[in-house]
């Protein structure tokens, strides 16, 4: 336990709620949550599957229908094969991380991964006795792991690579090629890469590279909770190889016994056309914000070192604007401007003390407003 951080933007919504209660007005940039409600289709079909009596326990994998909507979604949205075999149903993108890190990493192995990067990540790798081996990831790189830098962090206890793409907190992506190189790192090196694609269908402009069109031994990670707003009700999926799914099943049986089942019925309904449809338009209300906000946060004096290509967020330095730790920082935004934001520390310790997380997962209109405060501030 001594080794399991909380999880600070947690906290950080919690000290927001308080703030709020007591009756200051909070722009919210803290979350990764969209702030967009859960489709109405999905929460009809949620209804439905109850009332038809859908409440007991589904297959480890997941329900067959769930599967299969999956795989023709990959057929249709990203002209991707990708067999219903081959997916599995967890207990949102956190399940399958947890599912990945027992299935490929003995005590005392570790996976590379990006500092910064997802907190929550080395912590399923600490829980199985495993270790993240962390490199630090500069602006150069647009913060993401190239397979030069991989190579040179490689030890013998190494046995893969994870990074998202796009990712938490920087919202950058790997090119097609960059993807390829470390795939054949992975392969040369005998290890396993992982690809983290919770963010893949919130890319702006050119879709980003997917590692199920170069290969079909990679894992992947995503979910329900970001593209398809959908973050409480606790449903992801991952692709595996297919050779390691009966012992995923296995664990996923022993960890979880099975994921909700109403909650896999009413996932079905988001693939419907106008339900997607909306999700589309959504997106776009997302591009909006990063725009705007791109804009704003630099003319105000944020260093923005590698433009988001997807995700909500935006990675800032602040070293233009304060000589403050990033931490104290984010806590003078919320207490005294009513501005919540996460600190770099939240996602690892290169470069933390400089770098602050926008989220934004909140209107036009309160990112406006947030702006506005800011430039009261320091213009
Ligand atoms: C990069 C990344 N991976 C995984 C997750 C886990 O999400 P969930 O368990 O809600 O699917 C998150 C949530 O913020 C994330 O940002």
Redesign the pocket.
């Known amino acids: 336990m001594a080794d399991i951080e909380p999880f600070r933007v947690v906290e950080m919504l919690t000290r927001a709620g308080e703030l709020q209660a007591a009756g200051v007005d909070v722009v919210h940039m803290e979350a990764?949550?969209p702030d967009f409600p859960t489709l109405p289709q999905v929460v009809a079909a949620a209804k439905a599957a109850l009332d038809a009596g859908h409440t007991s326990y589904s297959p480890a994998a997941g329900i067959p229908q769930l599967r299969e909507a999956l795989s023709r979604w990959y057929r249709q949205q990203h002209n991707l094969d990708v067999p219903a075999e081959r997916i599995m149903i967890?207990?949102?993108?956190?399940?399958?991380?947890l599912l990945m890190s027992a299935l490929l990493v003995n005590p005392g192995q570790g996976i590379l991964m990006t500092d910064p990067?997802?907190p929550?990540?080395r912590h399923f790798l600490r829980l199985v006795e495993g270790r993240a081996q962390l490199v630090p990831v500069s602006p150069a790189q647009r913060f993401q792991l190239t397979a030069s830098v991989a190579e040179q962090y490689w030890r013998d206890s190494t046995v893969g690579v994870m990074v998202?793409s796009p990712?938490?907190?920087t919202g950058t992506a790997l090119t097609t090629d960059e993807m390829q190189a470390l795939l054949a790192l992975c392969q040369a090196r005998g290890g396993n890469l992982i690809v983290?694609e919770?963010?893949q269908d919130l890319v702006f402009g050119d879709a980003a590279a997917s590692v199920l069109g170069m290969t079909d031994q990679a894992f992947v990670?995503?979910?329900?909770?970001?593209y398809f707003g959908m973050?409480g009700w606790?449903?992801?999926w991952m692709v595996a190889p297919e050779q390691a799914i009966p012992a995923l099943e296995k664990l996923a049986q022993n960890l979880f016994i099975s994921m909700s089942t109403p909650t896999q019925y009413a996932a079905l309904a988001a693939f419907e056309p106008e339900a997607l449809a909306v999700l589309e338009q959504r997106k776009k209300e997302y591009a909006q914000r990063r725009n705007y906000l791109l804009k704003e946060l630099r003319a105000i004096g944020f260093g923005i070192e590698a433009e988001p290509v997807g995700?909500f967020y935006i990675y800032a330095n602040i070293r233009g604007l304060t000589q403050l730790d990033s931490k104290d920082f984010c806590l003078q935004l919320l207490e005294e401007h009513g501005i919540a934001i996460t600190p770099g520390a939240d996602f690892g310790s290169h470069l933390a003390s400089e770098h602050v997380r926008f989220a934004f997962t909140t209107s036009l209109e309160k990112l406006q407003e947030a702006v506005r405060r800011l430039r009261e501030m320091f213009c």
Request: glycine residues 18%; contains cysteine.
């Open positions: 990764g949550e967890t207990p949102g993108g956190s399940g399958a991380l990067g997802y929550c990540n998202a990712s938490n907190p983290d919770i963010y990670l995503n979910s329900f909770s970001k973050t606790r449903l992801g995700a």
